[in-house]
Nanobody, 136 residues
Framework: QFQFVESGGGSVQPGGSLRLSCVASGFTLDYYVIGWFRQAPGKEREGVSCTSNSDGSTYYLDSVKGRFTISRDHAKNAMYLQMNSLKPEDTAVYYC?????????????????????????????WGQGTLVTVSS
């Protein structure tokens, strides 16, 4: 009963833009650490961007800094990833995710590390994934 509806993927030429969206259902997104992850063919999943209201920190993968922006919309209970100046190496399946915070001492970078354990009593929610293809 707790889920994301994820959309916005597609095919785009190098230099183009896309905006990915995830709308939360059954829970209030404002209380969660949020993040975007991606997995390219033949590669492991990596954290693209995460942000935490607990300490106000925002993390971006080095290769997307200055091109991608993570954001929330309180009124729509949604999260977004604006992707500009897309490159072929951005091609991947993209996933949105939310994490109920483990500790106030942990920054957003921790949640994007891929090392966040599943914990009884704490709610983590993942989107179904959307494919982004950047090709000429």
């Amino acid at each position: 009963q707790f889920q994301f509806v994820e959309s916005g993927g597609g095919s785009v030429q190098p230099g183009g833009s896309l905006r990915l969206s995830c709308v939360a259902s059954g829970f209030t997104l404002d209380y969660y650490v949020i993040g975007w992850f991606r997995q390219a063919p033949g590669k492991e999943r990596e954290g693209v961007s995460c942000t935490s209201n607990s300490d106000g920190s925002t993390y971006y993968l080095d290769s997307v800094k200055g091109r991608f922006t993570i954001s929330r919309d309180h009124a729509k209970n949604a999260m977004y990833l604006q992707m500009n100046s897309l490159k072929p190496e951005d091609t991947a399946v993209y996933y949105c995710a939310s994490f109920q915070g483990r500790s106030r001492s942990l920054s957003s970078a921790y949640y994007c590390s891929g090392d966040v354990p599943s914990t009884l009593g704490l709610l983590d929610v993942w989107g179904q994934g959307t494919l982004v293809t950047v090709s000429s």
